[in-house]
């Protein structure tokens, strides 16, 4: 099993900058994603972001692209999403995840709780 815990949501004024942390720990893999993904209120989740470990690839949703940096730390098992120049259409649940293969596209096998992220106009 892995064990995902995300952090560092909060209220930020437009234009402000948040940075989410995901947590991983438990089963380890040889190759895998990390991702995140975003629900709004009465809306289907979403995918933001994401990173291949074993190349550091990136990939982006495009209105989040240059806004939006996810990066990894390997030594802490963590994932980073640094959000900046926010917008109110980015309040949403941000959710973490990790799919256990090598490509991007593919249902991701293990989530996080969330953490919330709210912009005000």
């Known amino acids: 099993q892995v064990q995902l815990v995300e952090s560092g949501g909060g209220l930020v004024q437009a234009g402000g900058s948040l940075r989410l942390s995901c947590a991983a720990s438990?089963?380890?893999?040889?190759?895998?994603?990390m991702g995140w993904f975003r629900q709004a209120p009465g809306k289907e989740r979403e995918f933001v972001a994401a990173i291949r470990w074993s190349d550091d690839n990136t990939y982006y949703k495009d209105s989040v692209k240059g806004r939006f940096t996810i990066s990894r730390d390997n030594a802490k098992n963590t994932v980073y999403l640094q959000m900046n120049s926010l917008k109110p259409e980015d309040t949403a649940v941000y959710y973490c995840?990790?799919?256990?293969?090598?490509?991007?596209?593919?249902?991701?096998?293990?989530w996080g709780q969330g953490t919330q992220v709210t912009v005000s106009s």
């Open positions: 995840a990790l799919r256990a293969a090598d490509t991007v596209v593919g249902a991701y096998d293990y």
């Open positions: 438990g089963r380890t893999f040889s190759s895998y994603i």
